[in-house]
T-cell receptor, first 116, second 115 residues
Framework: AQSVSQHNHHVILSEAASLELGCNYSYGGTVNLFWYVQYPGQHLQLLLK??????LVKGIKGFEAEFIKSKFSFNLRKPSVQWSDTAEYFC??????????????FGTGTKLQVIP | NAGVTQTPKFQVLKTGQSMTLQCAQDMNHNSMYWYRQDPGMGLRLIYYSASEGTTDKGEVPNGYNVSRLNKREFSLRLESAAPSQTSVYFC??????????????FGDGTRLSIL
């Protein structure tokens, strides 16, 4: 079965520190990869996505993620975090099934707290 | 600039009561989704609708029914609520003209408590 692992459940950083959130998935075939963010009290928003091409993906708000196929990983990075980055981050993986449906599996999320 | 609108935002039910959660999107999207979010479990897909008139089960469909009333609206019904259905429910939509189909826009969620 397809699964997504986010090993860091809660990360605390000071402003200006660098961020890397881990995401690993279990499926060996062709996948699409996503990072979503949920700010406190808000709905999920898409940060970035990877379908094909350059494995280094740039997203909104200075975030980027690198797809490393050999490691089944899609880690999220940001060089310098801000207090406003405090949120919960979800990695998600999708793959195609018959009928065109992309089964999207979400990780359990990583709560990031940035201390001013 | 509404996007995906869910109603209600909060609801408390007693075990055995029924309820319908409403979702509407104004982006002319084809696909719509219902997820539940539980602590430590991420989001899990309950049902989805790839287009008007079609619905399919997701990972956790038991205890729920859905209706894709038209292109805009996708409702989720709990026929006989159980405490295990206490959760935050999110509706989402995606344009999904072609592959791939994945949730692009989410609503603000409905926080549902079953006593």
């Amino acid at each position: 079965a397809q699964s997504v692992s986010q090993h860091n459940h809660h990360v605390i950083l000071s402003e200006a520190a660098s961020l890397e959130l881990g995401c690993n998935y279990s499926y060996g075939g062709t996948v699409n990869l996503f990072w979503y963010v949920q700010y406190p009290g808000q709905h999920l928003q898409l940060l970035l996505k990877y379908f094909s091409g350059d494995p280094l993906v740039k997203g909104i708000k200075g975030f980027e993620a690198e797809f490393i196929k050999s490691k089944f990983s899609f880690n999220l990075r940001k060089p310098s975090v801000q207090w406003s980055d405090t949120a919960e981050y979800f990695c998600a993986v999708s793959r195609s099934f018959s009928g065109g449906y992309q089964k999207v599996t979400f990780g359990t999320g990583t709560k990031l707290q940035v201390i001013p | 600039n509404a996007g995906v609108t869910q109603t209600p935002k909060f609801q408390v039910l007693k075990t055995g009561q029924s309820m319908t959660l409403q979702c509407a999107q104004d982006m002319n999207h084809n696909s719509m989704y219902w997820y539940r979010q539980d602590p430590g479990m991420g989001l899990r897909l309950i049902y989805y609708s790839a287009s008007e008139g079609t619905t399919d089960k997701g990972e956790v469909p038991n205890g729920y029914n859905v209706s894709r009333l038209n292109k805009r609206e996708f409702s989720l019904r709990l026929e006989s609520a159980a405490p295990s259905q206490t959760s935050v429910y999110f509706c989402a939509s995606s344009e999904a003209k072609d592959f791939p189909r994945w949730p692009q826009h989410f609503g603000d969620g409905t926080r549902l408590s079953i006593l």
